[in-house]
C-alpha cells in the first residue's frame, strides 16, 4: 500500500465556504474559509499557512485529497490547478472523492442513528441541482445509492424499492432554492429534516480517502486532476 | 542576487529563465525564455477546432480545455528547452485582462508552481506582452517611444509606448474589436471559425472596390474605431444580394469588407502619428498577422518616414512566449515586487495596460 502518513486535503466546490486539512499521523489540522468573495483567492495562501505551522515541506508530503465535484465550475479548477501543480512537482498521488458524498459522510455520521439515507442537493444554475442520495456501508462510509448527478429539481431520481421505509435527512443549499420542487419529489420519503446550510469539508474528504481510495489504490497522477463537472456540456 | 529574485549566478554570470504561461483567452501558451539564449520553447494548443461549432468563443469550454492541456504542454516546453525545473528562475503568467474563468487556470497554476519551486511568479499585462512582441529576440533593441495597433478578437487599440511601462491608451474601439468583425463577417459568409484567415484568403480572390462599405468614425477628430456599424452594413448588403450568394460575390463582400476595416485602422495610424510626431510603429495580435493589413502599413510607415516593427507571424496570436520575455524585461530592468511572492491567486479582467506594472 501506499504510505500515507501526511496528506493535504482540499475543498473549494461550493461557492459558499472553501477549506483545507493537513493530516500528520493521526493528527487533522483544519481552516475553514468562510469569506465567499474571497475564499478561492486564499486557498494556495492557507495551505502555505498550514504547512508553515507545522513545520513540514512539500516533500514531506505522502499525497493529496481533494473534493472533485460536481460544484462550482471556478472553484473546482481552483483546487484542480493548484493540486495539478502540487503533484506535478512532488510526483505525489491524488486521491479524487465526490463532492456529494463527502457531504454525506459527515451528515449519516452525526445523524439520529434512526437516519439510513441521505438526499443531497446543491444548486447547479440553470434551474438545476446536483443529487445524490447516499446511505452507509459496514465500514461506517458513505456510498451511493446511484450515480451522482444533474437533473431538474421537480424530476430528481430516486433509486428504485429501497427508500419507502428508511428515514431520510435532506442535506445541502439545493434544498434552500427548491425546497418545494424537491419536496415534492420526496414525498413518498420518511424525510424527518432539512439542513440547507450543510457544506462539504476537506477533513471529511480526508476521511473517506484515508478509508477508502487508499486501500483500493483509488489515486491519479497529476495529468489526471480533472473535476468531474457532470454538466456534459455549458453551449447551448 | 538571488534566485529569490528571479536570477541566478553561475560562476558569477547573471543566469534568467522564465516560464510563461498565457491562459487569457481560447489558447492555451507555454514557453521557456533564456536571458542569454533567448527563446527556448514556446507551445501553444489552439482551441479553434473546441470552440468552431458555437462560431465564437465559449469562456466555460476555453477554461476546461486550459485545466485540461495547460500540465501537458509545461511538460512539453520543459522537455523541448532540455531544462531541468531547478533552472527555471522565475514564472510569468498572464494576469488580465482576459476571461475570468480562462484566468484564473492559468494564475493558480503558476502561483502554486513558483511557490513549490521557491521562485517568484509575475502577473503580466496580456496587451502590453503583446505589443513587445516584436522585440521578441536578444538581438532587436526596444527604443522608446513607439505608437503600437494592437488588434486582435477582443482588443482594438492604439497605445502611446513612452517608455518600458508608461503606455497610453489614445484610441480604441467603441464597440466591437476588429478581430471580432472578421469573425462575423466571416460566419455570415459561411466560412469557419476563427473567421479571419479564412476571410483573408476569400477577399484575395474579390474586389476591394465592388462595393462601397462605410468607414465609421473615419474622419472623426479622436483617434477611436467602430466596426460594429461595418459588420451591421455587410450584413445588410449580403441579404440584398440573389440568394443563395455566388462564390464570386461572397469574395468581392470578403474583400470590401476587409478593404474597409483596414481603411479605417490605417487611418487613425496616419492620424496619430501625425498627432504624436512619433516616428516607430508596431503592430501586434492575431490580426496582425493579416497580410493586406501589413503591406498597407509598410506602405504608410514609408510615407512617413517610419520604422515599422511587424510581428513575427509565429506569435501574432496569444502565446507564452509574449509573457515569458516580458517578465524578463521586468526582471532585468529590476520591476521585481514583493507580490511576486504574495500567495494571493487574483487576476483582474479589466486590467488597464495604463497601470499594467501596478498589480
Known amino acids: 500500500m501506499i504510505k500515507a502518513n501526511t496528506l493535504l486535503a482540499l475543498d473549494s466546490s461550493v461557492i459558499q465556504t472553501a477549506s483545507v486539512a493537513l493530516q500528520v499521523h493521526s493528527e487533522i489540522s483544519y481552516v475553514c474559509l468562510n469569506d465567499q468573495h474571497h475564499h478561492r483567492e486564499k486557498l494556495l495562501l492557507t495551505i502555505e499557512q498550514l504547512m508553515r505551522q507545522k513545520s513540514l515541506n512539500l516533500t514531506d508530503l505522502d499525497g493529496f485529497v481533494w473534493t472533485s465535484g460536481p460544484g462550482t465550475f471556478i472553484g473546482l479548477r481552483v483546487a484542480a490547478s493548484i493540486l495539478q501543480a502540487l503533484s506535478f512537482t512532488t510526483h505525489k498521488p491524488v486521491y479524487a472523492v465526490s463532492t456529494l458524498r463527502v457531504m454525506a459522510q459527515r451528515a449519516l455520521l452525526n445523524a439520529n442513528p434512526t437516519v439510513r439515507r441521505v438526499l443531497v442537493a446543491i444548486s447547479a444554475g440553470q434551474r438545476r441541482v446536483y443529487w445524490g442520495v447516499y446511505g452507509l456501508n459496514d465500514q461506517k462510509l458513505a456510498c451511493s445509492l446511484q450515480d451522482d448527478c444533474l437533473a431538474l429539481p421537480e424530476s430528481v431520481p430516486l433509486p428504485e424499492g429501497t427508500m419507502q421505509d428508511q428515514t431520510c435527512l435532506a442535506i445541502g443549499e439545493g434544498w434552500l432554492a427548491f425546497k418545494d420542487s424537491l419536496k415534492q419529489c420526496c414525498a413518498d420519503l420518511h424525510l424527518i429534516d432539512i439542513q440547507p446550510s450543510f457544506f462539504p469539508r476537506a477533513d471529511d474528504a480526508l476521511h473517506l480517502a484515508v478509508e477508502d481510495c487508499l486501500p483500493l489504490g483509488k489515486w491519479v497522477s497529476a495529468e489526471e486532476i480533472l473535476p468531474n463537472y457532470l454538466y456534459p456540456t455549458v453551449a447551448r | 542576487m538571488s534566485k529569490d529574485r528571479g536570477f541566478t549566478l553561475i560562476f558569477g554570470k547573471l543566469s534568467m529563465r522564465v516560464l510563461g504561461i498565457e491562459t487569457s483567452c481560447d489558447d492555451t501558451g507555454v514557453a521557456i525564455f533564456d536571458a542569454t539564449r533567448g527563446l527556448l520553447a514556446n507551445c501553444v494548443r489552439s482551441q479553434a477546432r473546441t470552440h468552431a461549432p458555437y462560431g465564437g468563443i465559449v469562456p466555460e469550454l476555453a477554461s476546461r480545455d486550459h485545466i485540461q492541456y495547460l500540465l501537458p504542454l509545461i511538460k512539453q516546453v520543459m522537455q523541448q528547452a532540455d531544462s531541468d525545473p531547478s533552472e527555471i528562475t522565475a514564472i510569468a503568467y498572464t494576469a488580465g485582462p482576459g476571461l475570468v474563468g480562462s484566468l484564473m487556470v492559468g494564475a493558480t497554476f503558476a502561483k502554486t508552481l513558483a511557490w513549490a519551486w521557491q521562485i517568484p511568479a509575475i502577473p503580466i499585462h496580456h496587451m ?62 459561411g466560412l469557419p471559425y476563427p ?37 451591421t452594413s455587410v450584413m445588410q448588403l449580403y441579404k440584398k444580394q440573389d440568394q443563395p450568394v455566388s462564390d464570386a460575390v461572397k469574395a468581392d463582400i470578403a474583400s470590401s469588407f476587409q478593404c474597409a476595416a483596414i481603411d479605417s485602422l490605417l487611418r487613425k495610424c496616419e492620424v496619430a502619428i501625425k498627432k504624436t510626431a512619433v516616428k516607430r510603429l508596431v503592430i501586434a495580435g492575431g490580426v496582425s498577422a493579416n497580410k493586406y493589413l501589413r503591406t498597407r502599413l509598410e506602405q504608410l510607415a514609408k510615407a512617413y518616414s517610419s520604422t515599422l516593427h511587424l510581428t513575427d507571424l509565429a506569435f501574432c496570436t496569444d ?36 497601470d499594467s506594472h501596478d498589480f
Open chain 2, 319 to 354: 502565446n507564452g512566449a509574449m509573457i515569458a520575455y516580458t517578465a524578463y524585461l521586468q526582471l532585468t530592468r529590476s520591476y521585481y515586487k514583493k507580490r511576486s511572492r504574495d500567495l494571493t491567486i487574483k487576476v483582474r479582467t479589466n486590467w488597464i495596460i495604463s
Open chain 2, 195 to 231: 473567421g479571419g484567415p479564412p476571410l483573408e484568403r476569400l477577399a484575395e480572390q474579390g474586389n476591394p472596390n465592388a462595393f462601397q462599405l462605410p468607414r465609421p468614425m473615419y474622419h472623426h477628430t479622436t483617434l477611436n474605431f467602430s466596426f460594429s456599424g461595418l459588420k
Open chain 2, 128 to 189: 502590453e506582452a503583446h505589443l513587445l512582441t516584436p522585440f521578441l529576440d536578444l538581438k532587436t533593441q526596444i527604443n522608446f517611444p513607439f505608437l503600437a495597433l494592437l488588434v486582435s478578437g477582443g482588443h482594438t487599440m492604439l497605445v502611446h509606448a513612452k517608455s518600458f511601462g508608461s503606455y497610453e491608451v489614445i484610441g480604441e474601439s467603441v464597440d466591437d474589436a476588429v478581430g471580432e468583425a472578421f469573425d462575423k463577417v466571416a460566419k455570415l459568409l
